[in-house]
T-cell receptor
Framework: DQQVKQNSPSLSVQEGRISILNCDYTNSMFDYFLWYKKYPAEGPTFLIS?????DKNEDGRFTVFLNKSAKHLSLHIVPSQPGDSAVYFCAASAYNDMRFGAGTRLTVKP | GAGVSQSPSNKVTEKGKDVELRCDPI?????LYWYRQSLGQGLEFLIYFQGNSAPDKSGLPSDRFSAERTGGSVSTLTIQRTQQEDSAVYLC??????????????FGSGTRLTVV
């Protein structure tokens, strides 16, 4: 039962352009959404989050958008940099229960 | 410590053997979580500990899996009679707040378990 889905296993963009990573969820009880970034041989690291009472949260080059009616969130990275190349996990949380998507591998080409 | 430490980083074991995976969380973090990531899959929740409360074991896939957390700090995940489908990266995370809301978890680098 995948409650959090990332349907694109990979994404490739050119340096300087926008990267858009998408995530869908099914459980309307989720009230917090997070994005994690993972480099090879390292654990995931927290990147940015958004509460369900908001529709946008911005932190530097990273912006997360939440569309509750569509149960969809996205992560925008602009401008994309080669160092952003990693696997990005979407996560959704509802008190003591955090579920993760399968991840999207982002490659930013110089 | 400065981060979440997991050991070993890699473990190759024969089918049917028992394995123990260790997690040393960030000092002061009261919540500790175990996840695993199988090839091509997302992070699958296994178990979490919060202070002295009974752990939430709802994610453990079978009774061959068990975990304990001693003294509210170090945790050990034990897999008995390992099977090939147990091969995965096992990730430990800790957090200051039980829900992780807004703070996120701090993950260790994981233990890559290969059952041959």
């Amino acid at each position: 039962d995948q409650q959090v889905k990332q349907n694109s296993p990979s994404l490739s963009v050119q340096e300087g352009r926008i990267s858009i990573l998408n995530c869908d969820y099914t459980n309307s009880m989720f009230d917090y959404f997070l994005w994690y970034k993972k480099y090879p041989a390292e654990g995931p690291t927290f990147l940015i989050s958004i509460s369900s009472i908001k529709d946008k949260n911005e932190d530097g080059r990273f912006t997360v958008f939440l569309n509750k009616s569509a149960k969809h969130l996205s992560l925008h990275i602009v401008p994309s940099q080669p160092g952003d190349s990693a696997v990005y996990f979407c996560a959704a949380s509802a008190y003591n229960d955090m579920r993760f998507g399968a991840g999207t591998r982002l490659t930013v080409k110089p | 410590g400065a981060g979440v430490s997991q050991s070993p980083s890699n473990k190759v074991t024969e089918k049917g053997k028992d394995v123990e995976l260790r997690c040393d969380p960030i000092s002061g973090h009261t919540a500790l979580y175990w996840y695993r990531q199988s090839l091509g899959q997302g992070l699958e929740f296994l178990i979490y500990f919060q202070g002295n409360s009974a752990p939430d074991k709802s994610g453990l896939p079978s009774d061959r899996f068990s975990a304990e957390r001693t003294g509210g700090s170090v945790s050990t995940l034990t897999i008995q009679r390992t099977q090939q489908e147990d091969s995965a990266v096992y990730l430990c995370a800790s957090s200051l707040v039980i829900t992780g809301h807004g703070y996120g978890y701090t993950f260790g680098s994981g233990t890559r378990l290969t059952v041959v």
